[in-house]
């Protein structure tokens, strides 16, 4: 899930300076997942809103806030307090706020910051695993992406920061390169060791990423 | 062909020493430190080390080679892309560099810069590819170059990096690359060195090794905590933190590895960080 948090007040507060009524949106799926923009944290924004003396027209949470047709739909069924509104801000990812922005015309305020896609490691603990690189190499490093969890993203093992198996960047973490080796060593085989790896085709990172189904497929 | 690369085809033990290029346009203190260099084969002018910007290593080796004083060009994977790393090579070879060590990078975030977003858009290994290629004349494109530059080119390796087996691999790959030389990262034991030096010998490729003139115990301490792959061990530490006159330690401890790669190595490369002026003397 896409994991984001709250932007601090004193960043919101400067961008909500010039408003006094706002309808709130969060989001039923990663941000709710993560305690970022679901009903709790919806309803406490609002609260913070009326300290800072402000008022909240009204509020939904959006079903999955990415999915744009939805987010308009919903904005439609709240359309009296969404008009009411001087602005809308918005508690989801930044893929959630620009679904938003692109269904209103009116100012639109994102309340969070995007961090990573991560996996969950328990509740409230998340990692990032993948970086969505279009080209993907989990298949020779024993799953384990180099790309994402290096912190240089080197594709033929570990840079000569590594110490005891562990990262120069952050000595709590292990070298990616070092959990690669003994996993492929584990299951007996040399994986990506086997050859040199070419240098990473980043076309295939599209920016901005577009993808259709084919027809059949759809 | 380079002095430093017939020094090394003729089995001469090699010195290099290493410079860093100003923080600012002011030349005068490299330019004299370098003057005072003596019975050094080459010079390695850093790339941004420690992830501190400064002069452009490029220009530094470029105006020195241009007044006759052989340079080791250090090139990063951190600050550029793989078409800014070929103009870069391109460039060097217009001014006559051939000796490289090409380098991955610290990470920017030990440097002075830590927001910046770092490359690596290649990682070190293909980066030796790159050159080879160069050197073949055609560009990571597949296209063709109209001049062809001639490079030596080297590769870093940190000899008591653990686990041994994974770095090593690694080491073989860069060969495969096309690494002539290897320059290491500061070697504190010998038996370190002795163990990475068996390893090296069917591979056939020269080893320079780094020595690392400390001033004191207090820069070894900042040493291991702030750069990445060294680790003085806690006796040096010890060594330097008694003695009356720590520089004069640093200088024997420098010594002492000097002694080890005379024995074990092709050559030793010095840092001396300032100092240059002690370099008789930890070669004496």
């Not at chain 2, 003695?243 to 001396?272: K, Y």
């Amino acid at each position: 899930m896409i994991i984001s948090e709250l932007k601090p007040y004193e960043e919101l507060q400067q961008a909500l300076a010039d408003f006094d009524k706002l309808f709130i949106v969060g989001c039923a799926a990663c941000a709710t997942a993560c305690k970022s923009g679901g009903e709790d944290e919806v309803f406490k924004f609002q609260e913070w809103l009326n300290e800072q003396g402000k008022d909240a027209t009204g509020s939904v949470i959006i079903d999955e806030a990415c999915h744009i047709a939805r987010a308009a739909r919903d904005l439609r069924h709240h359309k009296a307090a969404v008009q009411d509104a001087d602005a809308l801000v918005v508690l989801a990812c930044g893929s959630g706020i620009q679904s938003i922005s692109s269904n209103v015309d009116k100012h639109v305020v994102g309340g969070l910051n995007s961090m990573f896609l991560g996996n969950v490691r328990r509740f409230g603990q998340y990692e990032e695993m993948c970086s969505l690189c279009g080209d993907c190499i989990l298949n020779e490093t024993a799953g384990i992406c180099p790309v994402t969890t290096c912190a240089k993203g080197l594709l033929n093992g570990p840079c000569g920061g590594m110490e005891d198996g562990h990262c120069e960047v952050d000595a709590e973490i292990e070298c990616a390169w070092s959990l690669i080796y003994e996993r492929l060593k584990s299951q007996q085989r040399q994986g990506v060791f086997a050859r040199r790896v070419p240098p990473k085709n980043w076309s295939r990172r599209f920016q901005p990423g577009r993808y259709r189904l084919k027809d059949g497929e759809r | 062909m380079s002095f430093l690369s017939e020094q090394l085809d003729n089995g001469q033990f090699v010195v290099t020493a290493e410079i860093a290029p100003p923080k600012g346009t002011d030349l005068s203190e490299a330019l004299a430190a370098v003057e005072k260099l003596t019975g050094i084969a080459a010079v390695n002018v850093t790339d941004n080390q420690g992830a501190n910007m400064r002069l452009s290593s490029l220009a530094l080796a470029a105006r020195l080679q241009q007044q006759g004083t052989e340079t080791v060009l250090q090139l990063t994977c951190r600050d550029r892309n793989r078409m800014a790393l070929q103009s870069d090579l391109l460039g060097a070879a217009s001014f006559g560099i051939e000796n490289l060590l090409l380098l991955s990078g610290d990470h920017s975030k030990f440097g002075d810069h830590p927001d910046s977003r770092p490359v690596f858009d290649l990682d070190s290994v293909q980066l030796l590819d790159m050159a080879a290629g160069l050197m073949a004349g055609t560009d990571m494109a597949g296209k063709s170059l109209d001049g062809v530059p001639e490079f030596f080119p080297g590769a870093a390796v940190n000899p008591a990096a653990e686990p041994f087996e994974l770095m090593f691999q690694k080491v073989a790959k860069k060969v495969d690359s096309g690494a002539r030389f290897f320059q290491t990262q500061s070697v504190f034991d010998c038996e370190t060195l002795e163990r990475f030096m068996l390893a090296m010998q069917p591979l056939q490729v020269p080893v320079i090794a780094g020595v690392l003139l400390i001033r004191s115990s207090r820069m070894a301490r900042f040493l291991n905590d702030n750069i990445p792959g060294v680790q003085v061990p806690e006796t040096l530490v010890q060594r330097l933190a008694s003695a009356e006159d720590p520089l004069a330690e640093g200088v024997e401890i420098a010594r002492e590895a000097v002694a080890w790669a005379r024995d074990h190595c092709q050559g030793v490369h010095l840092m001396t960080l300032g100092h240059e002026d002690k370099i008789p003397a930890i070669l004496a």
